[in-house]
């Protein structure tokens, strides 16, 4: 099986090998040198951009000056020369409810990440039109859009709407945010490609798909393949690689749990802790069971006095993660699969040739 014969992404993105593997923009977590290892193995990475673009510049900045100093010795710049690839291999993640369009922009001018993601819009396809045809139109570079999201009405709506490059299909099992109401993968992205099929005879735009949520390793993603996906977006795996921005509490714990379905919840309890109101009345997250989970669903405490709990856990440092701890930890239901920390570039390598094993070998169909 050719990969690239099936969508563009090995011509958009020229130093990627098929299957696309992403590492996801995670908000505090997804920082250049995250982005720039997972690209530098061949894969994308995405920078956090999240709603506040505070940090964004010096984020850029580090990507540019990482990318810069390692592909110089690679094949991938030799084949490349600067002057000819003046796009920076990694993209940018923005959560559009709250991120600043005028903020971005001269930032994604500036720097040309290679691709701009989109999720969790105030309100729907609508919110995102002003941002895909402006950075379309002013940025002096062919940049792709991808837009994230969580069920077939979206997906569809974005598609008419929007024409993105690439679609991110999220099912529930994802850590971090997403809708409270959604399928798994399996179910979410058969669907989402048969309404992209159907529509064809109506000359609609088919933009190349890449699964997200519960994929933490080969056989997440040859699963993907097989569902139809182009290329797979993992979040909670590269929480366990040295290059995510991430307290030893934290990645402690994603190595300890087990079991996601059970050991995960999705909630909004995550976000008011930690005072945070802006995301869209249909989005919760998912993340690690814990006290400021269990407190107010036991009725325990208030929300207020939970949020307190919640600042005084802070200043127990990485003592302040696990079950019987308060501090936020999302993580999609793959997180009891992973079992070591990686460098990010491995998890690349290892995850792509992990999935060509089954799509690959003649044991796969002599099984069938
Ligand atoms: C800790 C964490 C933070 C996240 N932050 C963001 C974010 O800032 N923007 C975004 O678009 N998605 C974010 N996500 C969701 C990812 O884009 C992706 O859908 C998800 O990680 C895929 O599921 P997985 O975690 O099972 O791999 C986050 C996920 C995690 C685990």
Redesign the pocket.
């Given at each position: 099986m050719t990969f690239s014969s099936l969508s563009h992404v090995k011509l958009d993105y020229p130093w990627t090998a098929a299957p696309l593997i992403v590492s996801?923009?995670?908000?505090n977590?997804a920082t250049a040198n995250l982005a720039a290892a997972v690209s530098l193995a061949g894969g994308l990475g995405f920078i956090?951009g999240?709603y506040d673009l505070s940090h964004l510049e010096k984020e850029l900045v580090d990507a540019r000056r990482l990318i810069n100093e390692v592909t110089f010795k690679t094949s991938y710049r030799q084949q490349n020369p600067p002057q000819e690839s003046p796009v920076l291999p990694v993209g940018v993640?923005f959560?559009n409810w709250g991120a600043s369009l005028e903020t971005a922009l001269p930032l994604i001018k500036t720097y040309r990440p290679c691709a701009i993601?989109l999720?969790?819009p105030k309100t729907g396809a609508d919110d995102l039109l002003p941002w895909v045809q402006r950075i379309r139109s002013e940025s002096p570079y062919n940049v792709k859009i991808w837009v994230?999201l969580c069920c077939v009405v979206d997906a569809m709506e974005c598609v008419q709407k929007l024409q993105p490059d690439v679609l991110?299909v999220?099912g529930c099992?994802?850590?971090?945010?997403?809708y409270a109401r959604s399928a798994s993968v399996i179910t979410l992205l058969p669907e989402i490609v048969d309404q992209l099929d159907l529509s064809r005879p109506h000359k609609l735009h088919r933009p190349s798909i890449v699964a997200?949520?519960?994929?933490?390793d080969g056989r997440g993603v040859a699963a993907a393949v097989t569902l139809g996906a182009d290329g797979c977006?993992?979040?909670?795996?590269f929480?366990a690689s040295p290059e995510a921005q991430i307290s030893k509490g934290y990645q402690k714990e994603i190595l300890r749990a087990s079991d996601g379905g059970v050991s995960t919840v999705r909630s909004t309890v995550y976000d008011k802790v930690r005072g945070i109101y802006g995301w869209p009345g249909r989005f919760d997250g998912r993340g690690l069971i814990n006290r400021s989970y269990e407190d107010i669903l036991n009725k325990v405490v208030t929300e207020d006095e939970n949020r307190h709990l919640y600042e005084r856990e802070k200043l127990k440092g990485d003592h302040g993660w696990g079950s019987q701890g308060r501090m936020t930890t999302?993580?999609?239901?793959?997180v009891g699969l992973i079992r070591e920390v990686l460098p990010a570039g491995q998890i690349v390598t290892k995850t792509r040739q992990d999935a060509m094993k089954p799509l690959q070998q003649p044991s796969f169909t002599a099984r069938l």
């Open positions: 996801a923009p995670m908000l977590i956090a999240g993640g959560l993601w999720f969790a994230q991110v999220q099992d994802a850590g971090g945010h997403g997200a949520g519960g994929i933490v977006a993992m979040g909670t795996r929480l999302y993580a999609g239901t793959g």
